[in-house]
């Protein structure tokens, strides 16, 4: 009955496992899907933010757009992990914290980097060169 029992067990494992696998790649391109859609609805909303103050003279809400990086990044942090274009946007974001002011100043380059995120996705090529220069002008001044 051991004989019998020991081939029937070790197919319902294998079932088992190829179930658990399609599932567990269902789930993470559920994720994916769900951090694309987050990162799009970050830097589309820092884009209009920015333009639509431009627009009608008022001030920058620096808070909102600081927030805006806050979830770029931790989106990047999350889909991509911890590389270059990761520490430039976290840099940016810790820069931006500490002396909020200073988002009046970098307001066109803020707007480029939400629209290049924005057209490009979170795997873009210019994004990230623009966090970059963005990063150096608020380190090193324009």
Do not use: H
Not at 93 to 98: A, E, H, K, M, V
Not at 106 to 115: I, K, N, R, S
């Amino acid at each position: 009955m051991k004989k019998k029992l020991l081939p029937a067990l070790c197919a319902l494992l294998l079932v088992a496992a190829a179930a658990f696998a399609i599932l567990w790649r269902q789930e993470a391109a559920r994720n994916e899907n769900n951090l694309r859609g987050l990162w799009l609805s970050a830097s589309a909303t820092g884009e209009t933010v920015i333009t639509e103050y431009q627009e009608a003279g008022e001030e920058l809400p620096s808070c909102q757009v600081i927030a805006e990086l806050r979830v770029m990044g931790d989106v990047c942090l999350l889909a991509k992990g911890a590389g270059p274009d990761y520490t430039d946007l976290n840099a940016v974001y810790g820069i931006l914290s500490l002396y909020p002011e200073r988002c009046s100043d970098v307001t066109e380059e803020l707007l480029l980097v939400f629209q290049a995120a924005s057209e490009e996705g979170l795997n873009g090529f210019n994004w990230p060169l623009r966090v970059n220069e963005l990063r150096n002008a608020l380190e090193y001044g324009p």
